[in-house]
């Protein structure tokens, strides 16, 4: 494989794990989540679930075996009421968005043209779950960081 096709693969790689993590971490907040926020953290959910099987067809279509979900994932804090859930759905898309800016640099075309869109979700989402905004989603969680982490965590 080339190294630019192994770079994208790996973004690919990098992406699915991160829905698989969002995909759980939205199950814990579907579980403490208020009443009036239910629907939007259901929406965000079935989101991240179309975005993870779109993944793993995308990484099979490239001839390689996609990465699989955890069993379990380490949440950033304890999630034990409405408050920290909703803390918790922005971190998640917030990670999301810089996995998915990752994924943007690394492909092109269609591929590229997806990624955006993915990010531009979950940026949206972000400020939806976290009231304001930043200058550059994807791109402030990366700020102090070398490097992305290899295993996301929820």
Do not use: C, N
């Not at 690919?12 to 993590?21: I, P, R, S, T, Y």
């Not at 640099?105 to 989402?125: F, I, M, N, P, W």
């Amino acid at each position: 494989m080339s190294e630019v096709k192994d770079g994208e693969l790996r973004a690919l790689q990098a992406a699915l794990a991160a829905e698989h993590a969002a995909v759980y971490g939205y199950g814990v907040v579907g579980g403490r989540i208020g009443e009036e926020r239910r629907a939007e953290a259901r929406a965000a959910y079935d989101g991240h679930r179309a975005r993870r099987d779109a993944l793993v067809r995308e990484v099979r279509a490239l001839g390689a075996e996609p990465v699989a979900a955890a069993a379990g994932y380490a949440l950033p804090f304890p999630v034990t009421d409405p408050e920290t859930a909703v803390r918790l759905a922005a971190e998640l898309e917030e990670r999301v968005a810089g996995v998915y800016s990752d994924l943007v640099r690394a492909a092109d075309g269609g591929r590229r043209g997806s990624a955006a869109a993915a990010l531009r979700e979950a940026a949206v989402r972000a400020v939806r779950w976290r009231g304001r905004s930043v200058a550059f989603p994807g791109l402030a969680e990366r700020a102090g960081a070398t490097s992305a982490p290899a295993t996301p965590t929820a």
